[in-house]
């Protein structure tokens, strides 16, 4: 997922996506009290409603290779479906 999202190395910019850590991979409601991750919930909530947003899960990313902080962090929003398996509903940054 992490390849289809950010891209496969074809260019400077994507290349720096082409390897990651996973920082933390949990269900939304697990991310309240945490202050690193709880505001990423209230934007779940606000883009999908309440009922998808609990259903769906926060992971966030480093990118080892990226030149700067910014650049250097990923957060994406996952759910599952019947259908689909997987997949990624939103791309935070």
């Known amino acids: 997922m992490i390849?289809?999202?950010?891209?496969?190395?074809?260019?400077?910019?994507s290349d720096i996506?082409?390897?990651w850590n996973v920082v933390t991979a949990k269900p939304f409601p697990k991310t309240v009290g945490i202050k690193e991750e709880e505001?990423?919930?209230g934007i779940a909530?606000?883009?999908?409603?309440?009922?998808?947003?609990?259903k769906s899960w926060?992971?966030?990313l480093d990118f080892p290779k990226a030149p700067g902080a910014d650049l250097a962090?990923?957060?994406?929003?996952?759910?599952?479906?019947k259908e689909k398996g997987w997949f990624v509903?939103?791309?935070y940054h």
């Open 73 to 81: 962090q990923g957060q994406i929003f996952l759910a599952k479906s």
């Open 3 to 13: 390849p289809k999202t950010y891209g496969t190395g074809q260019n400077d910019i």
């Open 58 to 60: 926060l992971v966030r």
């Open 39 to 41: 505001a990423y919930f």
């Open 17 to 19: 996506y082409t390897k």
């Open 45 to 54: 909530k606000t883009l999908c409603g309440k009922e998808v947003a609990e």
């Open 89 to 91: 509903w939103f791309q």
